[in-house]
């Protein structure tokens, strides 16, 4: 067996013939061969996009109230151990090894995907830990998504949008109805798509599973530095606004607080843990903006629908310089239709190869924005890092640099940083 973490992580990328293999049967085999039972309450959240920031905004609040909480996020920016979190804390190496090998002890003769490995992996390590809570994020989908070998208390489905259409299919509709999947028969849903597809609607509806709309059930409204939440249960006022900055966040931040609000029989928490949750709450890489002249934006966003959230963000900063784009993208995402949402606000495009099979080289970044008519400035580099440099060397103080288009993008520079 593999000994370290680095050695284990290659692993798991060679041992199955695909790296992505929807299903349930193997992951669900090897759960059982482990033993994998959790006595503690289970929020699984699921969506397109504004999982993270949700998983993140409940984690805080739950631990501003005193609750040990486990994390379960994906991808990862800089280390594989951001996946995992015990009460705040990423995993350490050997808790994440030990749990591999557990993993690997029980897994024949079944074969396991990177992720599947990884999802039975933190739980393993969950129920060791004896967390009061975990927080699961769905990695693709729901319904085949590993995540879904566990019964969850309470389901969460956030924006739903374009996404992995190889997998989920080429509407919304489809899109939902695999997002729905993580739905269980009398455990609420709570969705924070203000205009779910009927898909998920009818799927709750048809297994008896309690909707929450935002919009209908639960909202917020915004205040002068503050905000409100509201929902059929009450309210809760002059709440702080999130320190994860964007015009989205909002929103994220109601639907957390709905899923705690079905939760509050086993998970109660005061407005106290809210408030400072709120100020605390932290997740790199969405809209993170960097202060300092130039000004820096990091932004994971990679599908139309995060870059139209991205945009909107943009257009509340102070005005004033040139705004740079540091962009790089894999080649199975629209790189035409994210671009297409910040083309009238960039005025310098410097676009960046990613490695691995996955990653398109500049070339490909390139002719994505001539195909919808970018007319500003293209410059081609061979990784983000390199991109970014030359950006900073080039910009004026009043100017703005944005990096985004990828985990990959942003955690490339975020390394330039640190």
């Known amino acids: 067996m593999p000994q370290s973490l680095p050695d284990w992580l290659a692993y798991l990328e060679r041992i199955h013939p695909f790296a992505i293999e929807m ?51 994906s991808p990862h920016l ?40 990884g999802t039975l992996a933190a739980m393993d390590i969950f129920i060791r830990e004896q967390v009061d809570v975990a927080v699961l994020e769905v990695g693709l989908g729901g319904r085949l998504d590993a995540v879904n070998v566990f019964d969850a208390n309470c389901t969460v489905v956030t924006a739903v949008d374009f996404d992995h259409m190889d997998y989920l299919g080429p509407d919304r509709e489809s899109i939902g109805r695999e997002k729905a999947g993580i739905f269980r028969p009398a455990v609420p849903v709570v969705c924070g798509d203000e205009n779910p597809p009927a898909s998920v609607t009818a799927h709750a509806k048809s297994i008896g599973a309690p909707l929450f709309l935002n919009g209908r059930d639960f909202g917020y409204k915004r205040g002068r530095g503050d905000w409100q939440y509201w929902s059929t249960q009450g309210k809760r006022s002059a709440l702080p606004s999130p320190a994860l900055r ?15 609000e079905q939760m509050k029989h086993r998970l109660p928490v005061d407005m106290g843990a809210i408030r400072r949750a709120m100020v605390e709450v932290d997740l790199p890489g969405r809209f993170q903006v960097i202060p300092g002249r130039p000004l820096v934006v990091l932004d994971v966003a990679h599908n139309p629908h995060a870059a139209r959230g991205l945009s909107a963000s943009l257009g509340e900063l102070p005005g004033g310089g040139r705004l740079i784009a540091v962009f790089a993208m894999l080649k199975d995402k629209d790189i035409a239709g994210v671009a297409q949402h910040l083309k009238s606000q960039v005025q310098e495009w410097l676009v960046a190869g990613l490695p691995g099979p996955r990653g398109a080289d500049s070339a490909r970044v390139e002719e994505a924005l001539i195909s919808i008519g970018v007319t500003a400035p293209i410059r081609r580099f061979d990784t983000p890092d390199i991109a970014y440099q030359s950006a900073i060397r080039s910009a004026g103080q009043d100017d703005k640099i944005l990096v985004f288009g990828s985990f990959f993008t942003v955690g490339a520079v975020v390394r330039t940083l640190m």
């Open 246 to 260: 964007g015009t989205y966040q909002l929103a994220n931040a109601a639907t957390a607080l709905a899923a705690l």
């Open 23 to 73: 299903g349930l049967e193997r992951v669900s085999a090897v759960r059982e061969r482990l033993g994998l039972n959790a006595d503690f309450p289970i929020i699984t959240v699921g969506g397109t996009n504004g999982k993270g920031s949700v998983c993140a905004m409940i984690e805080a609040i739950l631990s501003s109230a005193g609750y040990r909480v486990g994390l379960y996020t």
């Open 78 to 117: 800089l280390r594989y151990n951001e996946r995992v979190r015990v009460a705040g804390h990423p995993a350490e190496d050997d808790a994440l090894t030990g749990a591999f090998s557990r993993v690997e002890s029980a897994r024949a003769p079944d074969s396991l995907t990177y992720f599947e490995f």
